[in-house]
């Protein structure tokens, strides 16, 4: 459940399929909760504005999704604009940033222009605390300058829900207190560490195009993956899969152009596979503690 973007990635409307891979509820384990509020904030205003307007109230512009690095917010942001046929825009923090004067502002502004006109739309800024943080705590002018921009546009979307802001972070207290006022992002949705059902889900959801030995117990691996987040579980399934090409590379012979059927159709995943991998991988929560004791 991780998902990695460029500096800017700007896309047609994702059924055309052009930057958005295609992502979907049904990709995204151990966070039902979340995903019922999501759809509430973020689909329905997309989907069906006239609700709000026959309630009377306007739509959230932003919302801010925060949890640990890895946790999916990436691909929630995504599967809210795939499942929604709405443009998708993203932006990562850190790199939109110019030392050049009113370039970064520039930018901004032509995202949002771009996002209005394929409305409906969805703009996800992650790591929106780099371009956005507390300006009383901060030394550059640029950064001041971006989140004043930030303001102005997010107030100038128009309350009818054609166009959400939705913002990642795992630091929400460093972003300035005036994006989390009403009319901006007003809407903050947690995502936490997946639970052991959840990592069940994920581990399920990862493994399912996978010929997994009868001796795999996802059970059991949920259990003793505490502290994993979705990302850390799919690099699990993935380095047990090399574990498992591993075993079979002595039997093939790699110059031939292709390989026997039977030794492919033989190929599985072990629970020993799953094993040696959980041995490779360190949790996200504790990677600043593990790089700390190696100083």
Do not use: C
Not at 53 to 65: E, T
Not at 203 to 226: C, F, G, W, Y
């Amino acid at each position: 459940m991780v998902g990695d973007e460029t500096a800017i990635t700007i896309s047609e409307k994702p059924t055309e399929q052009t930057k958005v891979p295609r992502v979907t509820y049904e990709d995204i384990g151990g966070l039902k909760e979340v995903i019922q509020k999501v759809r509430e904030l973020i689909e329905l205003p997309l989907k069906h504005p006239e609700l709000f307007k026959r309630l009377g109230i306007d739509p959230p512009k932003g919302v801010l999704l925060y949890g640990p690095p890895g946790v999916g917010k990436t691909m929630l942001a995504k599967a809210v604009a795939n499942e929604t046929d709405a443009y998708f825009t993203s932006i990562n923090g850190p790199e939109i940033m110019s030392k050049f004067y009113g370039e970064s502002e520039q930018r901004l502004r032509e995202i949002f222009k771009e996002a209005e006109d394929n409305a409906p739309a969805v703009i996800f800024i992650d790591e929106i605390d780099a371009i956005a943080p507390k300006r009383d705590e901060v030394i550059g002018e640029v950064e001041r300058r971006v989140v004043a921009q930030l303001l102005t546009l997010m107030d100038g979307l128009e309350s009818r829900g054609n166009v959400i802001v939705v913002g990642a972070t795992n630091r929400p207290a460093a972003l300035d207190p005036a994006l989390r006022r009403p009319g901006r992002f007003d809407r903050e949705i947690e995502i936490p560490l997946p639970d052991k059902d959840g990592r069940l889900e994920i581990l399920q959801i990862h493994t399912r195009n996978m010929p997994l030995s009868s001796d795999v117990d996802l059970v059991k691996l949920a259990e003793i993956t505490h502290g994993y987040t979705g990302a850390d579980l799919a690099s699990l399934v993935r380095e047990a899969a090399m574990y498992t090409l591993r075993r079979y590379l002595p039997k093939i012979d790699l110059p031939q152009d292709k390989i026997p059927p039977e030794i492919l159709e033989s190929m599985q995943v072990t629970m020993g596979d799953f094993m040696n991998a959980f041995k490779d991988i360190v949790p996200s929560g504790m990677r600043r503690y593990t790089w700390k004791s190696q100083r």
